[in-house]
């Protein structure tokens, strides 16, 4: 006989990729869901947010080499290696406790914890619409269609990233 009882979405079962798409129109839900996740886990989510936004720089920089030989496709990755897995992480890091600090004005508290996971799990999660801005930006160009999938990219962040926040803030 079958169970036949909800079960959570492991990563044995594509759980990862199918919370990011969750995350798109139930992000409360999905951050509330993660609120056990251990810090190291939370690291790894952080990079490959950031291995996934420098993958999705890519198209950009070739097409830049491309119009402007002055500065090479190298050189180019390069810089954004160093900016995105290096630097951001480090930024987000502080960003976090930045955010976690600000709560303690508020009534709602946000443990430094909570603040990493909701601005991690929503790097993540933003990440299918950054690739799709890297793809627009190596194709297309500077155009009303990359401005349209970056402003995408950025609101549908902005909006994760405060829905996680509402999902694990306290009221003190």
Sequence with gaps: ??????????????????????????PRRVVRGLSGMPDRVMLVVLLLAMLITLIA???????????DPSIPLNARIGGAVMGTMFMMPLLAYGVAALVGALSRLTPWRLTGRASRLALFWALLAAAPAVLLAGLVAGLIGPSPALTLTRAIAGLGFLFIWAAGIAALARRA
């Design 1 to 26: 006989m079958a169970d036949k009882t909800p079960r959570a979405i492991g990563p044995a079962r594509g759980g990862m990729v199918l919370r990011v798409l969750e995350s798109w129109w139930a």
């Design 57 to 67: 720089q890519a198209p950009g920089h070739a097409r830049a080499a491309e119009l």
